[in-house]
């Protein structure tokens, strides 16, 4: 039997860690989306991280093979698995009842210098950003932005149409709808439609917040959205959200609606959100799509200062994504 001076191993490189060193990384594109886990004690046993519940049932997680992990309410994580996670790349998010809260993350990755100065470049020159935004805009909706608007129109307009595509979706599906209303200090006072939106749109921002560290830029430096922890997340996200998780939210509350639903309307959510990101390979276009609008603003990678001093030591090359630090 292992003490646990010996399981705990050294805290240097990651030698001495429990279990063997993990192999290179997946790149993200070729990872499964997410994955939730609640009510359960999280480890590395035998050099595989597991969730033990309170039964004492253990279950055996991939951890290399996930984009990132959502750690409901009730669930603990020890030092080697953080550490375990972190090697192998994939995001911890710690996440509020049925996922639709999210209050921290782990940074596997975390931004490169040069992709960081390149973003914050983009994003504090007026007309640069203005044709990323443009560039999100079409990407969006499939067709050019509006000519001579500002970045608060575009977001006007933008957000005239979102309202029009959720009031159409909802008569699709014969969906009771009056408009996005949510409040997450009351979650139970939000109808069934908003509450599947609200599911659902926090899958996709955990995926996305993976997928934005993954390619070695900031979660918080927007174009669109801006002032938020996430918001160059939620630009993301956008691009993809009405493609997937929203027709899937609409379709979840019909169901409801209908009596079509056994169980926990935000897991339905969640499983059905898992198979539209399986269904529309999401993960193989989000990095791409990344680079392609902030390529639209048209300025070039800035070049290290001349006077910037080379690194005391070497890390060797990354193992994994363009963000990924091991």
Known sequence: MTGDSERQGSTGSGKGLPGLEPPRPLPLKERSSIIFVERAQIDVLDGAFVALDANGVRVHIPVGAFACIMLEPGTRVSHAAVSLAARAGTLLVWVGEAGVRLYASGQPGGARSDRLLYQARL?????????????????????????????????????????????????????????RDYDPQAWDASDVPNKCLSAATSCLHGLAEAAVLAAGYAPAIGFLHTGKPLSFVYDIADLFKFETVVPVA?????????????????????????????????????????????????????????????PAFSDGEPSGDAGHRG
Request: proline share 5%; glycine share 8%; hydrophobic share 40%.
């Open 250 to 310: 609409f379709e979840i509350a019909a169901k409801a609606g209908q009596g079509r639903i056994a169980g926990s309307i935000e897991m339905q959510v969640r499983r059905a959100c898992r198979d539209a990101f399986r269904r529309t390979d999401l993960l193989t276009r989000i990095i791409p799509s990344i680079e392609e609008v902030l390529s639209a603003g048209g300025l070039p990678m800035p070049e290290p200062s001349e006077e910037a001093m080379p």
């Open 123 to 179: 994003a504090l020159d007026d007309v640069a950003r203005l044709k990323v935004v443009r560039a999100m805009y079409a990407k969006r909706f499939g067709e050019a932005a509006p000519e001579r608007r500002s970045v608060d129109q575009l977001r006007g307009i933008e957000g005239v149409r979102v309202r029009e595509t959720y009031a159409l979706l909802a008569r699709q599906h014969g969906v009771a709808w009056r408009r």
